[in-house]
């Protein structure tokens, strides 16, 4: 994944969409050509069972007029009788044809899911091989799922079309043989509604894919918000995380209003179908019976529109308004489309930039103010809950390096979070040079390392560079001089080279985080136990390498050698703090003096990448074996 990046929200480029969703419908229909030539034999031979219902939708309404004119109303009923078992026979065969079809549609439908399993698994295996790292599971789901939605839809468009041609065929032609003059009634509201819902197809799927994407969007931006709060609080970006959330809910807002004015439309469309036929001919009825209109054609009229006309259009119209818009959009994904433009990511980083694009843009500092100062600071997790931090006041001056100790649980993280500024205060005051706080300053201000090192896919030198895109190959050299990154250089072979988190060993990501945050060189620099996972050596040199920078430096201590660099030590114990020295807090701090004997046996071996080694250790002191660390105290 490639570091984010948060551009302004924009409005919907309405051109390129419109553009994007004609492309798709164009490549669709391109591809179906060759597709449905190949198979023409398929297609007449279902034409041909179709035919079977063409016959039983002409005869109903055919013999029901004829029942009605030539036999009950003529005083005949035995001929009325036999023109009604005609039009009910008409039903067997339609229903025998049944077979025929399904047995066609297979044949067109089943090589359709097999070409387009062909196609996904042919691009997948090419594009593995041209590109192994950017292999991903979407071939996976158009070979399983897509291609299924493809086929099932295809299948239910395919029967009910033909069914749609077959049935107004049928009823047209028993219209013009009841009456011509009927039509004059019957198909201009046809006509009208099925011209108004076509041109509701394209901007219904407009809407509805800038619907989803809208969703989507929010979607994503509240879950990476949520699980990225405390980086949010951490850069300052709390009103810009709002602004943006506000600004993807309205573009959902604005979507979904647009796309329900589009389903009235199409509301209208099929009541103008569906229902404003009948109710014409109804209404035309005096008209057309003193024109020479039989009552038998009048009737058998009402039936083919009724019993024939409306089911077959409601039934295509809702085909096209669900399968059909699933149905393009999936087709679309097995064709060599483009791929969708990226989508404005909200940044997701927890180390943040101190720099402007021209240079180093910090606040400047007040005359003789700390860099970091807290007055009788107070915090607790809840109303109800005890204070971590209870009116503690502490300055950090500018260069001075601070440790910070104490048991596990003791508030250590905490005061760190409050410190840079990540975490507000429930009583008392944090001050940055002299002035409170503000969210906007929080990126000139400090940078502040967790324990798990963020590091992104891309090029090590994006990596180190995240903080200050502007640091030239030299800074880079020194810095990587300063924390012996040498080895991971060379393993990589350069700057430049690729650079995937998940082969990295959790101390590499850590020099790789520290790497950033030296050339960011901001005032205040919090290590909350960013040097968990490198070997004593290796911590050494990167907290001398910091120390050695003009700012502040704050490390949350875990080996008491740590805590000794320090110029001074914040030993902490819930509410009860002391600070001073490291000769001072063996004197006056009884917990310090316990901390200092648990981390005495601290120099543990490591492999050659940082890490500990498994071998199990005996304990013991000064009797040549390597003691084994107790559990963690911080």
């Known amino acids: 994944m490639k570091p984010p990046h948060t551009a302004p929200h924009t409005a919907p480029h309405t051109a390129p969409r419109t553009a994007r969703r004609n492309g798709a419908l164009t490549r669709v229909t391109h591809d179906a050509r060759p597709f449905l030539r190949a198979r023409t034999g398929t297609v007449l031979r279902l034409a041909g069972w179709s035919l079977l219902e063409f016959v039983q939708t002409f005869l109903g309404g055919f013999g029901v007029a004829r029942a009605l004119d030539h036999g009950f109303l003529a005083g005949r009923p035995l001929t009325g009788l036999l023109w009604l078992a005609v039009a009910a026979v008409a039903v067997l065969p339609a229903q025998l044809a049944t077979r025929g079809v399904f047995g066609r549609l297979a044949d067109l439908v089943e090589p359709l899911r097999d070409g387009l399993v062909r196609r996904a698994v042919s691009r997948a295996l090419s594009g593995a091989l041209a590109h192994p790292a950017g292999t991903t599971a979407r071939s996976l789901s158009q070979v399983t799922h897509q291609s299924e939605i493809?086929?099932?839809?295809?299948?239910?468009?395919?029967?009910?079309?033909?069914?749609?041609?077959?049935?107004?065929?049928?009823?047209?032609?028993?219209?013009?043989?009841?009456?011509?003059?009927?039509?004059?009634?019957?198909?201009?509201?046809l006509i009208l509604g099925a011209a108004l819902f076509l041109a509701t197809l394209l901007p219904m799927a407009a809407r509805q894919r800038d619907y989803l994407t809208a969703d989507e969007a929010y979607a994503a931006h509240a879950g990476k918000a949520a699980a990225d709060l405390r980086d949010i609080a951490a850069a300052?970006?709390?009103?810009?995380?709002v602004t943006e959330s506000r600004a993807l809910a309205e573009d959902q807002v604005r979507a979904a209003r647009s796309l329900a004015r589009w389903s009235g439309v199409r509301v209208v469309a099929l009541a103008v179908c569906g229902r404003f036929p009948p109710l014409l001919l109804l209404i035309g009825a005096p008209w057309l019976l003193r024109n020479g209109l039989t009552p038998g054609a009048l009737v058998g009229a009402l039936t083919y529109l009724t019993q024939a006309l409306a089911p077959a259009v409601q039934a295509l119209m809702t085909?096209?308004?669900?399968?059909?818009?699933?149905?393009?959009?999936?087709l679309d994904r097995f064709t060599d489309a483009p791929p969708p433009p990226a989508e404005d990511k909200t940044e997701d980083k927890t180390e943040d930039k101190t720099e402007d694009k021209d240079g180093d843009r910090q606040p400047p500092a007040r005359a003789g103010a700390p860099v970091a100062e807290l007055r009788a600071v107070t915090f607790a997790y809840g109303p109800a809950a005890h204070p971590v931090l209870d009116r503690l006041s502490l300055t950090v001056a500018p260069g001075e390096h601070l440790a910070v100790v104490g048991p596990s649980g003791s508030g250590k993280s905490t005061l760190a979070a409050v410190l840079a500024g990540v975490e507000a205060p429930t009583g008392g005051t944090v001050l940055w040079h002299g002035r409170p706080v503000r969210g906007a300053d929080a990126t000139s201000v400090r940078v502040l390392l967790p324990q798990h090192a963020y590091v992104f896919t891309g090029s090590l030198r994006d990596n180190l560079r995240y903080l200050r895109p502007g640091a030239d190959d030299r800074s880079i050299a020194a810095m990587i001089d300063a924390l012996g990154l040498d080895p991971l250089l060379s393993r990589l072979g350069s700057l430049d080279a690729d650079l995937e988190p998940d082969r990295l060993s959790q101390g590499e990501r850590q020099l790789v985080a520290l790497g950033r945050a030296y050339l960011a060189a901001p005032p205040l620099t919090i290590l909350d136990e960013a040097t968990s996972r490198l070997d004593p050596a290796a911590?050494?040199?990167?907290?001398?390498?910091?120390?050695?920078?003009?700012?502040?430096?704050?490390?949350?201590?875990?080996?008491?050698?740590?805590?000794?660099?320090?110029?001074?030590?914040?030993?902490?114990?819930?509410?009860?703090?002391?600070?001073g020295t490291s000769a001072e807090l063996l004197r006056t701090s009884s917990l310090y003096r316990d901390l200092a004997?648990?981390?005495?046996?601290?120099?543990?071996?490591?492999?050659?990448?940082?890490?500990?080694?498994?071998?199990?250790?005996?304990?013991?002191?000064?009797?040549?074996?390597?003691?084994?660390?107790?559990?963690?105290?911080?």
């Open 150 to 189: 493809a086929r099932d839809g295809w299948a239910g468009l395919v029967l009910t079309l033909r069914s749609f041609v077959f049935t107004v065929a049928g009823a047209v032609a028993g219209l013009l043989a009841l009456e011509p003059r009927l039509l004059l009634v019957v198909l201009p509201p």
């Open 539 to 579: 911590e050494t040199r990167a907290e001398l390498a910091f120390a050695a920078l003009p700012g502040a430096l704050v490390v949350v201590a875990h080996r008491l050698s740590s805590a000794r660099r320090a110029d001074r030590i914040l030993v902490m114990d819930g509410p009860r703090t002391r600070c």
């Open 319 to 330: 085909m096209l308004s669900t399968v059909g818009g699933r149905l393009l959009v999936v």
């Open 597 to 634: 004997g648990l981390w005495e046996p601290d120099e543990e071996p490591r492999r050659k990448n940082g890490e500990p080694e498994q071998a199990p250790h005996k304990s013991g002191r000064g009797n040549g074996f390597i003691s084994s660390p107790p559990p963690s105290p911080v």
């Open 236 to 241: 300052g970006a709390a009103d810009r995380t």
